[in-house]
């Protein structure tokens, strides 16, 4: 070694240096890539993302092949240091020597090249694969040799690294990584992925058309007064039924049934109870997201939803669910529900049995959703009594007004948003 000029000794130092960077560098890019991301660009094509991919399946195997060139890089800087102090100037200064490079290998091979990876691993971590796999496929024995003793150690102590968990994200997780996409992602298409995600949060009876509210035809009644019910009628699909809504026959497609019409000129009962389809019952407190696949598998669109004794609690179609992710079809707000009338001093008359769910998402007022279906439901459970013409009270901030009652229960209700007060205990809607 004496024989080997300083400036060789230094210019081998500063290379063993560069090299304890990029180890150090490349560990934390490759470590702190974007799984996705990377997946992504991988099937895309991109060279040093497959390769970097292929090096993250197996990890342990990567971060023994970087740590051992990392320390080997690094006791052979020491060694070298220690031959120049002692050259330059003998024993005493080995101590000095081994603060410098203690400090030269912190700032320029530990944490200046880790933060840089930190900030752009890509751009660090895609020529290191380049670099890691031939040298893996080089040193495997030697990498591998290493791993069996560490993993080894590792069992005894109870850890297993082949049962490290996977990179799937939960549902809670998606809903940070949506909520945080900022720009990535319009804000209407987040509110709809978010939607979807939290569909099993929400069942059939917070969506359902309750049954006192359902609408259709009783098939005892005259042909003449049917088919006038069906002209006149709004819906594609109308419910069908004998005598009274307990005995339900089916749904009738108005369409098909003006076609017979105008195929055959006139309508027969056999005619029209060919054209009843059965119907399709749910059981209640079905989530959405398993009904979404049920209507699918079953090509149906409307549903009856029926308790556990059999009795029918109402009815929900495709159209509902579907709103519940992309929203409202209305452009209006007030006009998407008719149980809602604007007034001129800002307040909103509601009917007692608007649904709360489609308050909050078409008015945007923030209604608790976790208990009653019903305004008038939840005003009942507040009062803890059934209220009276002029009784005003306040829900999560919102002044409310009984205005009419009816067969015990709230038949309008005024709403004023524009007062709303905000309160501690409010922890804004469940929807």
Do not use: C
């Amino acid at each position: 070694m004496n024989d080997i000029p300083l400036g060789a000794l230094f210019g081998s130092l500063a290379f063993l240096l560069l090299l304890s960077g990029f180890f150090s560098g490349s560990e934390t890019a490759l470590m702190t890539l974007n799984r996705y991301r990377l997946r992504h660009l991988a099937a895309a094509g991109h060279p040093g993302a497959r390769l970097a991919e292929r090096l993250l399946a197996k990890p342990d195997r990567l971060i023994g092949l970087i740590l051992l060139g990392n320390n080997f890089v690094n006791i052979l800087a020491s060694s070298l240091a220690t031959i120049i102090a002692l050259r330059l100037g003998g024993e005493g200064a080995i101590p000095i020597a081994a603060g410098l490079l203690t400090l030269v290998i912190l700032i320029f091979s530990e944490v200046a090249p880790k933060t840089m990876a930190a900030l752009h691993p890509e751009r660090l971590a895609f020529p290191a694969s380049w670099v890691y796999t031939p040298l893996l496929r080089l040193l495997f024995p030697l990498v591998w040799l290493v791993n069996l003793i560490a993993n080894g150690l590792l069992r005894l102590m109870g850890i297993y690294p082949e049962d490290a968990g996977g990179n799937a994200l939960s549902r809670e997780e998606l809903h940070t990584v949506v909520n945080e996409a900022g720009a990535l992602i319009p804000k209407r298409h987040q509110k709809m992925l978010i939607s979807v995600l939290d569909l099993e949060k929400v069942t059939v009876d917070d969506i359902m058309i309750p049954r006192n509210e359902l609408d259709g035809v009783d098939l005892d009644d005259p042909l003449d007064r049917i088919v006038e019910q069906l002209e006149q009628t709004p819906y594609t699909r109308m419910l069908a039924y004998r005598g009274n809504i307990d005995h339900i026959a089916g749904f009738l497609h108005t369409r098909r049934v003006m076609q017979a019409l105008l195929d055959g000129g006139e309508l027969t009962r056999e005619t029209l109870e060919g054209l009843i389809r059965e119907p399709y019952f749910i059981p209640k407190g079905t989530p959405l997201n398993r009904q979404l696949l049920n209507f699918q598998a079953k090509r149906r669109r409307t549903a009856l939803v029926v308790d556990e004794y059999g009795d029918m609690q109402g009815l929900v179609t495709m159209a509902d669910l579907l709103e519940e992710i992309v929203g409202e079809f209305a452009t209006d707000p007030a006009d998407s529900i008719a149980d809602v009338l604007p007034q001129d001093d800002g307040s909103f008359l509601v009917d007692g049995s608007a649904n709360l769910r489609e308050l909050v998402r078409t008015m945007h007022w923030e209604l608790p959703t976790n208990g009653p279906k019903t305004l008038n439901g939840l005003i009942v459970e507040h009062l803890e009594s059934l209220p009276e013409t002029g009784t005003s009270l306040m829900i999560a901030g919102y002044p409310i007004e009984v205005v009419q009652t009816q067969d015990n229960a709230v038949k309008t209700a005024r709403i004023k948003p524009q007062e709303r007060r905000e309160t501690e205990d409010w922890q804004g809607p469940s929807v």
